[in-house]
């Protein structure tokens, strides 16, 4: 099993920026996929940006041109940068991790709070 742990959320006022933090457990070369996700009390759980093992990115129409996806390898952990933060941006925010073979794992989640 890929343990993942979030972390770095926390209260942020509009317009601010938080960076994410999602430390994997396994070599990230391994992965097929890494991602964030973000879910809304009462809504489905919803991908705002994903990382493929080659690199390429992929962003939600919602988040693209402000939140900006990446990893350290060397440090086996994924980061999603928010800027321009707004309100509708408040959710909890989950790593998701794909495996060669389909084996899917997801961290607890960071709670993310924009204030207006």
């Known amino acids: 099993q890929v343990q993942l742990a979030e972390s770095w959320g926390g209260l942020v006022q509009a317009g601010g920026s938080l960076r994410l933090s999602c430390a994997v457990s396994?070599?990230?070369?391994?992965?097929?996929?890494m991602a964030w996700y973000r879910q809304v009390e009462g809504k489905p759980r919803e991908r705002v940006a994903r990382?493929?093992?080659?690199?390429?990115?992929n962003y939600d129409d919602s988040i693209a041109g402000r939140f900006t996806i990446s990893r350290d390898k060397a440090k086996n952990t994924l980061y999603l940068q928010m800027n321009s933060l707004k309100p509708e941006d408040t959710a909890v925010y989950y790593c998701?991790?794909?495996?060669?073979?389909?084996?899917?794992?997801w961290g607890k989640g960071t709670l993310v709070t924009v204030s207006s």
């Open positions: 990382i493929s093992t080659d690199g390429s990115t």
């Open positions: 998701y991790a794909e495996r060669w073979g389909g084996i899917i794992d």
């Open positions: 396994a070599t990230i070369f391994n992965l097929k996929f």
